[in-house]
């Protein structure tokens, strides 16, 4: 800031100058001349200097990684429910690939769980913890498999677009974020085409791809974390005595034998490119209450805990006879809301 500081200081004085002046004693056109040279001056002084250029405009890794690593900390503790693995791995995995200065690898990440527990919502605060605009920056590029990948006779060209919109965007920005939605209703051997970019090559045609994060989000293994869920709440242990080792082994054999999976027999999993498999515990009663009271806050609204309770029993829970786990988890709270408040 002390550049910018001075700067300004500069093109200031040269613009008092005049009037400090006697009269006559510089011409317009000198006056006219010196205050462009300053402006000039201090533009270049802008541009050149990374942190001051990137206040005005969106750069590559726009929030140095102590402050992207404490931004995800915070919002995740403040706006994930339920999600004990979620948050601690997450938290783990980012901070500690962005603070590696010499990553042999992409970090990869693949979202698991039922509709509802969060998947969206946590690659949107990573995104918004690396990039101010979230998922609107130039930096962070969305897929989803039925909107950009329909149809199944063009998967050659798929293929060939991926690979090309991929190297083109990390050509522009090394930490580029690349989120992959629906996985689990992508075309099998779709995905394959970006292992190259996901291997521990040091450079693939000049480009370096070390630097980027890519994020699957699928509902397979779905089935396989609540069978793990409930064996736990059966055996009278709480779900924060689950713990990675618990599920992840098999939560990846899940989603690599499912063929009505994107990840069918998929050489990111074969080669272990996928650095973790991240669980979402299906949600239960508690956690939907808590995004109800959340979600009321947020429009500005004191909380009726009777409207919470209510909102939150109306929704489907399964299984049929203990009814522990919401079958929509969060999804549909929103709409709930708009019935019970006149907003």
């Excluded at 690979?163 to 990390?170: D, L």
Aim: hydrophobic share 40%; net charge positive; glycine share 6%.
């Amino acid at each position: 800031m002390k550049l910018r500081r001075g700067a300004l200081r500069a093109a200031l004085a040269l613009v008092l100058l005049p009037l400090l002046t006697p009269a006559g004693a510089v011409e317009p056109i000198s006056v006219g001349l010196a205050i462009a040279g300053a402006a000039a001056s201090a533009l270049t002084g802008f541009i050149s200097y990374p942190r001051l250029y990137c206040y005005f405009r969106e750069c590559c890794l726009q929030r140095h990684e102590p402050r992207a690593a404490a931004a995800l900390q915070h919002n995740l503790d403040k706006k994930l429910f339920g999600q004990h693995l979620v948050s601690k791995v997450v938290v783990k995995a980012v901070r500690g690939f962005l603070n590696n200065t010499n990553a042999k690898k992409p970090l990869a990440l693949s979202l698991h769980g039922w509709t509802g527990t969060g998947k969206n919502f946590v690659s949107k605060i990573v995104a918004e913890s690396i990039y101010k605009k979230g998922l609107q920056s130039k930096y962070v590029h969305q897929f989803v498999a039925t909107l950009h990948f329909p149809h199944a006779h063009s998967i050659n060209l798929y293929k060939d677009q991926l690979q090309s919109w991929i190297r083109g965007n990390v050509s522009v920005c090394p930490r580029s974020l690349f989120i992959f939605d629906e996985m689990d209703k992508m075309h099998a051997g779709l995905i394959d085409s970006i292992k190259p970019f996901l291997d521990y090559y040091e450079l693939l045609d000049g480009v370096s791809y070390r630097q980027a994060i890519f994020i699957f989000l699928s509902n397979a293994g779905a089935e396989k974390i609540t069978e793990v869920a409930l064996d736990f709440w059966r055996n009278g242990r709480t779900r924060e005595d689950i713990q990675l080792t618990d599920i992840q082994n098999a939560l990846s054999v899940s989603v690599f034998n499912n063929k009505n999976s994107g990840f069918w027999h998929s050489t990111l999993i074969d080669r272990n490119l996928i650095d973790y498999f991240i669980p979402f515990l299906p949600l239960e009663y508690k956690h939907v209450k808590m995004c109800v009271r959340v979600e009321i806050e947020s429009r500005g609204y004191a909380v009726d805990e009777d409207i919470v309770s209510r909102i939150a029993e109306e929704m489907t829970y399964f299984p049929r006879e203990e009814r522990i786990y919401s079958d929509k988890g969060c999804k549909t709270v929103d709409a709930k809301l708009d019935y019970y408040y006149d907003f």
